[in-house]
């Protein structure tokens, strides 16, 4: 059974960086797709990289800042954030999902981690 756990979290200010961490079990590589998501309250789960089995990557906007990147010996998705800015503010979750879906919400995404909280303050 798959299963995710996001860790790398924190307050930092503007212009500082993070790197969030999922350890990934149960996850098929070579045929699952793997995404960060962001949420603010009110607001809907948003996407903010993606990357496939072949390591293609898709970003919203990040305008460069966010990398998202995967080591399989470690069974690890890491998004490595710099040049923070506090509209970055949310609870980050990590995904899998067969077929990768797209990422304009959370919509096809079948496994989920609980989340952990980045706050970016001006």
């Known amino acids: 059974q798959a299963h995710l756990v996001e860790s790398g979290g924190g307050s930092v200010q503007a212009g500082g960086s993070l790197r969030l961490s999922c350890a990934a079990t149960g996850i098929d590589y070579s045929m699952e797709c793997m995404a960060w998501f962001r949420q603010v309250p009110g607001k809907e789960r948003a996407g903010v990289a993606r990357i496939d089995p072949s390591r293609r990557t898709v970003y919203t906007d990040s305008e460069g800042r966010f990398t998202i990147s995967l080591d399989r010996s470690e069974n690890k998705l890491y998004l490595d954030m710099r040049n923070l800015k506090p509209e970055d503010t949310g609870t980050y979750y990590c995904?899998?999902?067969?077929?990768?879906?797209?990422?304009?919400?959370?919509?096809?995404?079948?496994?989920w981690g609980q989340g952990t909280q980045v706050t970016v303050s001006s």
């Open positions: 995904a899998s999902a067969w077929g990768c879906p797209v990422i304009t919400n959370g919509q096809g995404w079948r496994v």
